[in-house]
């Protein structure tokens, strides 16, 4: 009788830990996807900018449009940004408001990098070049969508 009775909660112990690993989302499900935007932004004091890129996803490729503003943006600048987008399930998922904090200044060309995320969980890390001139310290929101 104490057999079965051991037996019987060993029995559950491995069937709740199975139910338990199988309805725990991992990491491995999401998806990096490599990322293109071209961005031209000018203002005095408060900022607007937008442009176009590219998400390469899954051997796809999907078009962008993006806008956005700063605040506390002094100049007029355009920057051509690559990078990684993590975190992906669906090429849809890296739709949405992206936000970071940012600070910095560029004369004549200067080296930019950004990390971004949005309400979903998608991370962007963009590196790239800007020309122009812009100095800003700013908590910039940036929109990102699917064309």
């Known amino acids: 009788m104490l057999g079965l009775i051991r037996a019987i909660k060993i029995g559950s112990a491995v069937v709740a830990a199975t139910v338990m690993l199988l309805g725990t ?6 998806l990096t996807g490599s990322v293109r935007i071209n961005v031209a932004k000018a ?6 900018g937008g442009g176009s890129g590219i998400l390469r996803f899954k051997g796809r490729n ?10 506390g943006t002094i100049g007029v600048a355009s920057a051509d ?12 998922d890296i739709a949405g408001t992206y936000t970071a904090v ?3 200044i560029a004369v004549a060309g ?10 979903n ?12 001139f812009e100095v800003s ?3 910039s929101g940036m929109t990102v969508a699917l064309r």
């Open 43 to 48: 203002g005095f004091i408060v900022g607007v």
């Open 110 to 119: 200067g080296a930019r990098a950004a990390r971004l995320q949005n309400a």
């Open 81 to 92: 940004m690559v990078g990684s987008a993590y975190n992906l399930r669906t090429a849809a």
């Open 137 to 139: 310290l700013s908590l």
């Open 25 to 30: 989302p991992t990491s491995s499900y999401a």
């Open 121 to 132: 969980g998608v991370v962007m890390e963009l590196r790239g070049t800007q020309a122009g």
């Open 102 to 104: 940012s600070g910095g």
């Open 62 to 71: 999907y078009p962008l449009s993006v806008s956005g503003i700063g605040i």
